[in-house]
């Protein structure tokens, strides 16, 4: 990166927001978003032959299961192990597309190692002491088998005996956002953003299973974030363009994805939406982060476990601290009204703790309005807060709002808990420095984001440098890898005959990854929630704002505060938050930024890199 955001200060970026309000997941959103956001940077039809996914003869290793039944916890998601560690499986309901059914050989149980069947002869590039390929990530796929040459030829569309076609959606920034990030030195140019697409399609054609196949990029680009007119035009051109799969697309509108979606290709395009965005369109649409109705399902049981019916002993005014916590939530939504469901979800949700909200849900535009308007919107939320005596305020919606909601409670006097929920960004460091202080450091809660690395750590960083020799050259890689990550994943599990379907149980029976710190719980399929699952994050952690902690945010920029991750950044899944009081406030056991392999608790295995470039 050399360095290229070091410029940027937060008082720069603050006065960036105040002229430029349409700054939001366009670009800083895309820069920094999910699990793979680094942490300190330096610089249609399926056809009738599919034969399903590949066996890959019992499950692969890294894989356990603690036994959670997905009858009596049906949020709950089996745990994973991490590390690419060789354990055996006990073929659970809650586990049943991971370990060893379906993809896996269909009689559970499997172990790791060489695969677990007798008849398994794994293929090139396997590491047989984990059962995994030999990369250097803890979510290194299972070893294939070794391809005998036959791959059904042109199986689907997009998909021919040589090659399977991927388009890579570059979208347009608008001219404000591209002031914002020239003068940070930070704008990247979409022919860097191509060639981090074109890096890692190398990358995976390389060390990922593509049985005889490789992947063939086609780039499309695209209009600005909210662009309708746009968005449809370039779904034409995927559609044109005959390929079987999309990287990314608009992040305000989802006509790209919808229209993808009926024309039978597959997009990996989306950023937290509830999780109906994905059923009504299966099998078809994917993201690398969680929805937000799996969210309101980890936020209802943290409520409800550890907060409901006890004081606001946190909050910033005398008469809350005594007081039991009545609960608000403020959350982001579209005109028409994309994100109620969710809400709404949550509200019964609550239920089956006894727990409520005081004062029914309430939704915000958020910075998809001008700066005046947002402020003026704030006025109103902080006092209609204040107005009904909320202790305890849950803020689900775009990273810039609290900005100025909390400007605006400060004016107002009222310093309730501010309970941090996951929500897209609100979670960093970045902007949690953007927030007013007196207001932030009452903040805490629970984040799906793994706990933070140091930029070369971060996975996408990583395997770009193990692979080609040289750190990525645009300041967005992290998302280009992200989604990348599920469709080379899933083309590798889904075996010789790829398809949309073959897609779709290859990911379903990806086995469960991960449960640590830095490397976040991943899987897909059934039986780990109460639906069909096609989002790749699973787990959530505790954490709480510390203004007196100083460091540097995700972007380098200097700050006086930075989150702690409560107990190094200890994960839970659903169904298994202590049902005690938060650990929040105890700086003992809390951990900022991990900033050398040796002090990851959930280190990724090591493999030599001659001759991968």
Same mark, same amino acid.
């Given at each position: ?47 009738? /032959? ?5 066996? &890959?003869? @019992?499950?692969? #290793? $890294?894989?356990?299961?603690? =036994? %959670?039944? +997905?009858? *009596? ?66 979510? /290194? ?5 070794? &391809?005998? @040459?036959?791959? #059904? $030829?042109?199986?689907?569309? =997009? %998909?021919? +005996?040589? *090659? ?66 746009? /968005? ?6 995927v559609k044109d363009a005959g390929a079987f799969l999309s990287l990314d697309g608009p992040t305000d509108t989802n006509v790209y994805m919808r229209e993808l979606a009926s024309a ?86 609550l239920k089956q703790y006894g727990a409520s909200l005081k004062m029914p849900p309430y939704a915000v535009t958020g910075a998809h309005v001008d700066t005046a308007g947002a402020q ?217 930024v991990y900033e050398s392999r040796a002090s990851v608790p959930d280190p990724w295995p090591e493999y030599g890199h001659e001759g991968h470039s």
């Open positions: 990166m050399n360095g290229r955001w070091r410029d940027l200060t937060v008082g720069d970026l603050v006065d960036g927001v105040k002229r430029y309000q349409p700054f939001l997941l366009a670009v800083l959103a895309v820069a920094l978003v999910a699990v793979v956001l680094p942490g300190r940077p330096d610089r249609g039809s399926e056809t009738a /032959a599919a034969s399903g996914p590949v066996d &890959f003869g @019992g499950a692969a #290793g $890294g894989v356990s299961s603690d =036994g %959670v039944d +997905g009858g *009596t916890a049906a949020s709950a998601d089996a745990e994973g192990s991490g590390g690419g560690r060789r354990q055996a499986t006990t073929g659970t309901t809650a586990d049943r597309s991971q370990t060893g059914q379906g993809a896996f050989g269909g009689t559970g149980g499997g172990s790791g190692g060489d695969g677990g069947g007798s008849s398994f002869v794994p293929g090139a590039n396997c590491d047989t002491s984990t059962g995994r390929i030999a990369i250097p990530s803890v979510y /290194a796929p299972p070893c294939a088998p070794k &391809f005998d @040459g036959d791959n #059904g $030829g042109a199986t689907g569309p =997009g %998909v021919t +005996g040589d *090659t399977i076609k991927i388009a890579a959606y570059i979208g347009a920034l608008d001219p404000q956002t591209g002031a914002i990030l020239r003068a940070a030195g930070a704008e990247d140019d979409a022919d860097d953003v191509w060639q981090m697409y074109l890096d890692y399609a190398d990358y995976f054609n390389a060390h990922y299973e593509t049985y005889g196949r490789k992947i063939e990029m086609v780039r499309i680009d695209g209009g600005q974030p909210a662009d309708e007119t746009a /968005a449809k035009a370039n779904a034409e051109e039978g290709i597959i997009c990996v395009c989306t950023q937290s939406q509830p999780v109906e965005a994905y059923l009504n369109n299966a099998p078809y649409v994917w993201s690398n982060l969680m929805s937000s109705t799996q969210l309101y399902v980890h936020r209802a049981e943290y409520v409800g476990k550890r907060l409901w019916g006890q004081p606001a002993k946190w909050a910033g005014q005398a008469d809350f601290k005594v007081q039991t916590r009545t609960f608000g939530l403020v959350y982001f939504d579209t005109p028409e009204g994309s994100y109620k469901a969710g809400a709404d979800f949550f509200v019964e949700e003026k919107e704030a006025q109103t939320v902080s006092q209609k807060l204040k107005d009904e005596g909320i202790t305890t305020v849950l803020f689900a919606g775009d990273p810039l709002y609290p900005i100025f909601l909390t400007q605006e409670a400060t004016q107002d006097l009222y310093f309730p808990e501010w309970i941090v929920t996951g929500s897209v960004l609100t979670d960093t460091t970045l902007f949690g420095s953007l927030y007013d202080q007196n207001q932030w450091e009452h903040a805490f809660g629970l984040s799906a984001l793994a706990a933070r690395t140091s930029e070369e750590l971060s996975e996408a960083y990583r395997v770009h440098e193990w692979h080609h020799g040289t750190a990525p050259v645009a300041n967005t890689y992290a998302i280009r890898y992200a989604p990348f990550w599920i469709a080379a994943t899933g083309i590798h599990m889904a075996g010789e005959r790829l398809t949309v379907e073959t897609f779709r149980d290859g990911l379903f029976a990806y086995p469960r990854t991960g449960d640590g710190p830095v490397h976040p719980s991943t899987s897909f399929g059934k039986g780990l929630w109460r639906w069909d699952d096609y989002l790749r994050l699973d787990d959530t952690a505790e954490l709480w704002w510390d203004r007196t902690a100083p460091g540097q945010s995700e972007v380098g920029s200097p700050v006086a505060g930075q989150y702690r991750y409560v107990d190094g950044g200890k994960r839970y899944r659903a169904g298994q938050w202590p049902a005690s009081e938060p650990n929040v406030f105890n700086e003992a056991g809390t951990v900022t």
